[in-house]
């Protein structure tokens, strides 16, 4: 079965930036929308940002906007996630999501990757 695959986590400290890439193999996923969530320990997993498949039209959390951006990059099927200023309490694993059209329920999407995970120190 082809999957996602995300990759860009790692620990750094409140304010830094990370950048999270979703990648699949050939065209895969290439013709339906993607998103970002992510699910920290004992919590429910949070959508944070979603874009269609042209990357024309993005969708973001409350949590999250004006700090995280989503940009899909066509030429390598690839959609990133750009997290800017982070927080402590952006610290969770991050997945990669598919589906035919954006949306925020996380039980809509049946296509995942198996994450990477982001810390962020204080």
């Known amino acids: 079965q082809v999957q996602l695959t995300e990759s860009g986590g790692g620990l750094v400290q409140a304010g830094d930036s990370l950048r999270l890439s979703c990648s699949a193999p050939?065209?895969?996923?290439?013709?339906?929308?993607r998103a970002w969530f992510r699910q920290a320990p004992g919590q429910e997993r949070e959508f944070l940002a979603g874009?269609?498949?042209?990357?024309?039209?993005?969708l973001y959390a409350d949590s999250v906007r004006g700090r995280f951006t989503i940009i899909k990059d066509r030429n390598v099927n690839t959609v990133y996630l750009q997290m800017d200023n982070l927080k402590p309490e952006d610290s969770a694993v991050y997945y990669c999501?598919?589906?035919?059209?954006?949306?925020?329920?996380?039980?809509?999407?049946?296509?995942w990757g198996q994450g990477t995970q982001v810390t962020v120190s204080s």
């Open positions: 050939g065209g895969a996923f290439e013709m339906y929308s």
């Open positions: 999501a598919a589906a035919a059209t954006t949306m925020k329920k996380a039980d809509g999407y049946r296509n």
């Open positions: 874009i269609d498949r042209l990357g024309a039209t993005t």
